[in-house]
């Protein structure tokens, strides 16, 4: 009898103190960072453990740094608690209790990555969950989403649905994120995550990236480039999406919540129906806000963007240059003009379109893709040839999402607008700007049949300039029925990638841009579709410098198209200098937005010779480690400073901008980040004003260490906006 007393009271005690003999810890690592979550059948999953790369996992509890907390923690009987999940039963319970069936590990065969699959279903309810965490071998990143699915009578009503929900030990934290508006896009925010909660999220409906993105940053301590702990995460869906962050003093913990956002989406799930939600994209370095970027600058090339690790060409867009007066003599001045300065592309952009009604501003003819033989009676091909015959590449603009009141398009299907049935539509741009219904299966035909009829017709088509300047104002569908109109800022992004889908497998190989109105649509949900972003419609160098920097915090360069437009730009008061303009530009991908026959002989002279020499740094830049070092978002300090470097740390580039001079302002070294310090450097500049008079430091050979701890003095000239750019060679 006491023996078996004695195996009972073992076995009782095994049964209920966690992780002594049932549970299992998961180690899901990449070649910096681990992440552990621990489960066994009949309970739910916790999260342990995120941060720097683990060997033992008894070191997380010995020294206290395990979360401890649900990994996903639903609506249900801990009805006061953060939640990621909350649905509405067939029989109206709004309860969920999840628990762990199975746990399998295995490999993508589609993209390499390697997955860990975690399948719970409720206590009580025949509803599924499986949680998915993918890693792949090249990239410091983890990917993480949600599968629902269930056996119910009748739809279940899913009313929060989040990709991800990470825990945090709460301490000294730092958010740091990016919002702004058309022109103004991604000011940089920094500010303590105090007690309470913080949002960030956008409705608009088709461009998501405007009021904030949906990416940011959470730093151990106040926030720097290139030091501190900090965890990053983006959450790659093209539509309305709410990430929060909650400081939960008693509980000492931050609890981030990442997803779509369910405000008027609540979604009828049927009987057997998969519902998957958008990754969620994080990272974890002790490099600073700089080391999360250059992973994901990583990961994006290698797994996430079209030709990701192949360099970008150098255009000229006619947008700025003519606007809407498209016509063949001026499109053959653009193009003589930028072969003559070295370039590799033309992109006509606006204002090429409409037979009835020709496309003379932003009121008329979105939808009537055909050629406007008034303004180019020689046609397309014409164009191309001019191209071909100079040795560059033509491109084109087009806004296939969108129609106009006043177009045939909308004479035929005014059903296919996005608009409620029993009111007059709102428009948007031109006073007469609607978004198509990208629900219903016609205008998605539409929508594909518009590239391809272009593509068919011009196979000589290189590149096109994908647009989207309005909002989802009016929702409401003509195709989704009457109890599913909740449907539609989901389902839209579900069609229009189905469409993206159709035509990347048809044409894989043209290269398409990503443009809302500038950068309104900057997001991972749609750049497995396109090479790279129009990161906004404000072209102004100065204020492009801010912009730039923001973006490149999640993006990498050859992501980032960066054009020289005239000075002043429109919409800015103060000029730039032509050097100004190009070595800002040569921060991303670099490309013109003016009328090169317009130059000066002295400024065709110098934007030949920087074409020149971008293109023999532009690997490093488009390809290569960013290394962000001064802010211009700092106001107290009259510089900015960025490197890109290769991998292997024997080629760089060193950015240096002073927006703003000021007489008798001592000039201070100005030390670089990312070298090798075991390395000497040899140091030129370039783009200097003056090829015969470069810098006093041109050819001089500095160690990595000095340039790193000491830094370099450059002189400046009296006047705002002045810069410099030095390339490092080891030796």
Known sequence: MKK?????????????????LWAKNYVISTAKTSLVLRTEPGKRVDFVYYGSRIDRVNDIYDTRSAVNWNAYPVFGTNCRAEHALAVTHANGDLSLELETVKVESYKDEKDGGNVTEFQLRDKVFPFYVKLFYKTYEDSDVIKTWTEYSHKEKSDVVLRKFASAYIPMLANDYWLSYLAGQQNSESDLYEEPINRGRKMLGDHDGTRNAFKTHASFMVSQGRPQENSGNVFGGTLAWSGNYDISFVRDYSHGRLEITAGMNPE??????????????????????????SGVSRQFHRWARNHQIIDGTKTRDILLNSWEGVRFKVNQEGMDKMIRGISELGGELFVMDDGWFGDKYPRNDGTSSLGDWVLCREKLPNGIDALINSCEERGIKFGIWIE??????????????????????????????????????????????FVFKVVDDLLQKHPRIHYIKWDANFSANNVGSYYLPKDRQSHFYIEYHRSLQKVLERIRAKYPKVIIQLCASGGGRLNYGLLPYFHENWTSDNTDALQRLQIQWSVSMFYPSNVIAAHVS?????????????????????TGRLGLELRPETFSESEKLFAKRAIETYK??????????????????????????????????????????????????????LKMAGLDPNRNYRIRELNPLNPQKPASINGKVVSGRFLMEQGVVLQWEKGDRQSAVLELTAE
């Open 566 to 586: 005239r000075s002043p730009s429109k919409g800015a008061n103060n000029p730039s200098s032509l050097k100004f303009r190009f070595d800002v530009a040569m």
């Open 616 to 669: 023999g740094i532009r690997d490093i830049i488009q390809l290569g480690d960013i290394y962000r070092i001064l802010s211009p978002f700092d106001k107290e300090n009259l510089y900015s400073t960025q490197l890109f470097a290769t991998p292997k740390k024997d080629r760089a580039v060193f950015f240096a901008f002073c927006p703003y001079y000021r007489r008798n302002q001592p000039t201070p070294a």
């Open 264 to 289: 008027m989406s609540h979604y009828y799930l049927k009987p057997n129906e998969v519902f998957t939600t958008p990754e969620f994209i994080f990272t974890y370095s002790t490099e600073g806000k």
């Open 4 to 20: 078996a007393h004695l195996l009972w009271t073992l076995l009782a005690v095994c049964l209920f103190v966690p992780n002594l």
């Open 400 to 445: 296939p999402e969108m129609v106009n009141s006043k177009s045939e398009l909308y004479e035929k299907h005014p059903d296919w607008v996005v608009r409620q049935p029993d009111r007059e539509p709102t428009p948007g741009r031109g006073g007469s700007q609607l978004l198509l219904d990208m629900c219903n299966p016609k205008v998605q035909d």
